[in-house]
């Protein structure tokens, strides 16, 4: 697949300077380690909301920092989880004295690197919440994630936390809205074709031209089936069922539907699910 990039050794490290150069006014990035943060940060007295994740998913999460939102994001390598000290960096540089929630997605890599930093900021004298993300109904135990993975609803948590951390709600609230969004959120996805990782520079699997992948992972991770592609409404009906039979709706619910398609790797549908464009794809 072609790509617009120099280097695939260097394609993070310019992403954050072009984020920097096109948005000064809005965030600031902090190289080595790399995060994107608000620029007014830190904002005393207000909950910092903090997340992050591999790169490659753009505009997550560093396209979702600002007011009203995250105050970092910390981007890893493609597709790989950020360490420990980028999200502790992170946090030093946007506390304002009122906790920190670090929202996470159910992956084994940010799980266990946003506890580590959570940890250290501990150590520092922060006060600390991990919610967790994990709204992927086609899985629930595999080799690839240990339950569910966390995916779009990561979007609607951090619009939700973010705002209710914007006026001035205290630590244990705007870390239970997380989790709140979380319980009520389940998203499903499909894929036509694979993504192309800028330092492999060949497809991530191999899906036939007549194929179809439904329930994959947002890294090419199994799914639950692949089968012969299929006509767009017996497509909705293979991902809408799942996320109906999971979280049953009653007459009168009030929901969002959040429905994402790109030109390759995955297209997502869920209660709640979230959008992403990427150059890597």
Known sequence: MKKLINRPEDVVREELQGIAAAHPDLVKVHFDPNFIYRADAPVQGKVAVISGGGSGHEPMHGGFVGMGMLDAACPGEV????????????????????????????????????????????????EVETPLIDDDVAVQDSLYTAGRRGVGTTVLAEKIAGAAAEEGRPLKEVADIVRKVNANGRSMGMALTSCTVPAKGSPTFELGEDEMEIGIGIHGEPGRSRMKLAPANEIVELLANPILDDLPFQRGDSVLAFVNGRRSEERRVGKECRSRWSPYH
């Open 79 to 126: 597709f790989t989880s950020p360490t420990p000290d980028q999200m502790f960096e992170a946090a030093k540089t946007v506390h304002g004295g009122a906790g920190v929630v670090y929202i996470v997605k159910n992956y084994t890599g940010d799980v266990m690197n946003f506890e580590m930093a959570a940890e250290l900021a501990r150590g520092e004298g922060m």
